[in-house]
């Protein structure tokens, strides 16, 4: 396993999903109140769903790219400007106050996604996917998003506890930090597709 791909699969994915910024949306979704049954089985759909998503674009990314003849640094920059979008969403808060659906599952949608499996984090996947090389650095990918999911489903399985140890500030202070990782992954992908871009013109 690449090690190295891992680390950054896995910091990537888990400052865009942000595990931690999840526990009050989730609590405002399926109400603090609820059972406990209730939350655990929202929490099992959400990542499920969300998983689902992710592993659907990192295996068929590629030959919607191919199809629709769509290079890699133009990827990059399209992926580096939405996960700047969803950066500044984490700065400026926007993402605490999700709108609440009229109908269907919430673990679902919105839950499952867009929150979890947003576009940031198919980009990044299909990113990495197409930066691969060798089965380990697949496997190395897969594991990371693995490991995400199931941070993300701990973190909402026991939301009401890590409410209770991070505090509400906790989280927001959690949430502001890791979108300034997020703005700063961001520019270095827009960055390399402009490199990119330069050596492939040059």
Known sequence: ????????????LFVIMDPPGTVPIF???TGTRAAAGHRARAALVAVTVALGVIVAFALFGQAILDYLGISLPALQTAGGLLLLLVALQLL???????????????????????LLAGPGAIVATMVFVQRADERADYLAIAAAIVAVHLLLWIFMRFSVVVLRVLKESGILLVSRIAGLLLAAIAVQLVADAVRAFIDGAG
């Open 27 to 29: 609590l405002a979704l």
């Open 1 to 12: 396993m690449t090690w190295q791909l891992f680390g950054e699969a896995f910091v990537t």
């Open 92 to 114: 400026t808060g926007a993402l605490d106050d999700p709108a609440t659906p009229t109908s269907g599952n919430v673990a679902m949608v919105p839950l499952g996604t867009p």
